[in-house]
């Protein structure tokens, strides 16, 4: 037989296996695998996509694993991939987790062996690469979580390899974790636009030489260091954003940065300290997380900010009444600070807002503007979640239905109720019928989320055990929850290429049935308080139950 028709045999045979047959093809029946050939080559669209767009898409996969799998789709894929300049070494995945390893004799000799094993891999891949690519490298990402002075010496080499194959990447971002850091005397980053110092021991010196070597610095990052108890930061007039991240011993911040954007600050201790950003005018972001900040000093810090657009206030346990008056702030965030009585917000343009307490401090707020909003309030004490009559309650919850009810729902806004395990949707509300618990999560949903991203939103991250919608006019949910739930496939097909193995809700889902709210025997309080609404909206309530799951469970609990 010709070589030519052996081949074509072998694809016959191929064909025949794809199809779920090996059995010879039945005569009278022919296939012209010539012209299926060119059919097929003439729709080959990926293969003729530019090289710049597969490196993007290339690059833009989350690991070697799924890259493979895309290169089965095209030889030249597979010839780019090789010639890929983006070059990513992670310890943990090449050669396994080592910290989990015995500090016995046989534990250390493992060690050792896989050391070496990682070096002679990312040695020869890093030739092989610069061989193949004329020298240039466009990201190198190391990532080493066990590292002994054998293997200082072969990441000096890579590093430099890297740096004198034109790497771009390394040059203007550069992230650097738990290592021992010398005085950076010499440095020369002059291309560095990024930098991310976390899990180090530095002090104030090392700091100038970093902040001398970077003069085109824009995002400087510090997280969970220690040693450094004064932060000053001058002459980087491109700097716009910093990050301090739980410092533990940091007493003072002095940035000198006109042009800052966004400044982070995270404080786990209770410990006095200086903040000083007076001459920070640009900035546009601002987020504290600080137990030992007092009105006072924040009144004349935010004073300083006339072009603020997000402010967010997280665990400011020493707050007790503060005006925010900022007539460009468009989101605010109020996260558990405990000790707020009254924020007096005067934000005409103000789109967005987030809140999470056990009070209502915020009733001088008018919601008329915002486009979406999220109330969660914590009960007070650790016992479970019930539903109350009790008089003192009542005037908090009038309140609250109150500012409910000043929202333009008919922008399209939709309110999102969640207790427990129990879920309510209002759709086109007109006018605001709160269940009294301790423990609310309340949503108003931005008009271009629709109702049916809406539901799987819901099902994806809360699992509910009932989902209800109250409505003025006739509901869509009935006919979505239909679509979505009750009809669904027994055996989705949804998550099969699901490389990380979490399956969706679809998978989670065991049953579906419609309450009867009428002649119902269910004596749960929460559906006693939906038919108690029947005379102020018309209801549908279904009730859901879901296979055992880490997720579920999870869900269950948030």
């Not at 479970?384 to 309650?393: G, V």
């Not at 969640?418 to 008009?447: A, C, H, M, T």
């Amino acid at each position: 037989m010709s070589r030519s028709g052996s081949k074509k045999k072998r694809k016959r045979e191929d064909l025949n296996i794809l199809s779920g047959s090996t059995r010879p093809r039945r005569e009278g029946i022919e296939i012209d695998t010539e012209n299926m050939e060119q059919r097929a080559d003439s729709v080959d669209y990926i293969s003729q996509l530019p090289d710049h767009i597969i490196h993007q898409i290339i690059g833009r996969l989350r690991c070697n694993k799924d890259t493979a799998r895309a290169c089965i789709l095209s030889t030249r894929w597979r010839d780019i991939w090789i010639s890929f300049s983006s070059l990513v070494f992670d310890q943990r995945k090449i050669i396994g987790q080592l910290s989990g390893l015995k500090t016995s004799s046989e534990g250390q000799t493992r060690i050792q062996r896989n050391m070496e094993m990682f070096a002679n891999y990312v040695d020869e891949t890093l030739q092989r690469h610069v061989e193949l690519n004329d020298g240039r490298i466009q990201k190198f990402v190391l990532h080493i979580t066990y590292c002994k002075s054998e293997l200082t010496t072969h990441v000096d080499q890579w590093i430099d390899l890297a740096i004198r194959n034109n790497i771009k990447e390394t040059i203007t971002a550069l992230r650097v974790n738990g290592c021992k850091l010398g005085p950076c005397n010499d440095l020369n980053l002059s291309n560095l636009q990024k930098l991310c110092l976390g899990k180090l021991r530095v002090n104030e010196q090392m700091i100038e030489n970093l902040i001398r070597a970077c003069p085109l610095l824009e995002d400087f990052r510090l997280i969970h260091a220690t040693g450094l108890k004064l932060f000053k930061v001058s002459n980087l007039p491109k700097l716009k954003r910093i990050d301090l991240f739980t410092c533990s011993e940091l007493k003072e911040v002095n940035l000198q940065a006109p042009n800052l954007e966004t400044f982070w600050y995270v404080v786990v201790k209770y410990r006095s300290y200086k903040i000083d950003l007076s001459t920070c005018n640009a900035l546009k972001s601002l987020t504290l997380e600080d137990a030992t900040l007092k009105d006072e000093s924040f009144q004349n810090n935010l004073s300083c900010f006339p072009a603020l657009e997000k402010l967010v206030l997280s665990k400011c346990n020493f707050l007790k009444n503060i005006t925010i008056s900022s007539y460009k702030l468009k989101t605010l965030i109020l996260r558990e600070c405990k000790q707020l009585e009254g924020a007096d917000i005067i934000s005409p343009n103000l789109l967005s807002f987030e809140y999470k307490g056990e009070k209502m401090p915020f009733t001088s707020l008018n919601p008329s503007s915002l486009k979406e909003a999220k109330l969660y309030f914590k009960p007070s004490g650790q016992g479970e979640p019930r539903l109350s009559n009790e008089d003192n309650h009542t005037p908090w919850f009038a309140r609250l239905q109150g500012f409910l009810d000043k929202f333009d729902y008919s922008r399209g806004l939709k309110l999102v109720v969640r207790s427990d395990k129990n879920i309510v949707i209002y759709e086109r509300p007109k006018g605001i019928f709160l269940p009294q618990v301790y423990d609310l999560k309340l949503d108003v949903v931005k008009s271009s989320v629709n109702l049916e991203d809406l539901l799987d939103y819901i099902l994806r991250t809360c699992f509910p055990l009932t989902l209800s919608s109250l409505s003025t006019s006739r509901s869509r949910l009935p006919k979505l929850v239909c679509k979505k739930l009750i009809t669904r496939e027994k055996d989705p097909s949804c998550c099969t290429y699901n490389a990380s193995g979490n399956k969706c809700w679809r998978h989670l889902l065991d049953n579906v049935e419609t309450e009867n709210l009428v002649n119902g025997k269910s004596k749960s309080e929460w559906i006693a308080w939906l038919r108690s609404s029947k005379s102020k909206f018309k209801i549908n309530c279904f009730r859901l139950s879901w296979k055992h799951s880490k997720h579920v469970s999870q869900g269950l609990k948030g």
